[in-house]
């Protein structure tokens, strides 16, 4: 089993989701379980066919970083939270 990192998009009226090393898959659903779903199978899909036709299958490099800012906050403060997820 190969693991990607998937970045999930609000744009107000739908929730976009992407694999930044996985080029020209991207879905578009109503809410987060749909395009989380959609999404692996797509990329799936697409990985699948790669293989089939001898094309070489990327690998993951991408990990993920969330911090947390207070509003307040006019500059960055000495220490800064960041939770790290590697795939």
Do not use: K
């Not at 694999?19 to 959609?38: H, K, L």
């Not at 800012?69 to 220490?79: D, K, Q």
């Amino acid at each position: 089993m190969t693991s990607f990192t998937m970045a999930i998009e609000d744009d107000g009226t739908n929730l976009a989701a992407h694999s930044r090393d996985i080029s020209g898959c991207i879905a578009s659903c109503a809410t987060a379980e749909e395009v989380t779903f959609t999404l692996r199978e797509e990329n799936g899909d697409h990985l699948r066919i790669l293989r089939e036709i001898g094309e070489e299958v990327p690998v993951s490099h991408t990990c993920a970083a969330v911090i947390r800012i207070l509003s307040s906050v006019t500059r960055f403060p000495s220490t800064l939270s960041i939770g790290l997820t590697r795939t």
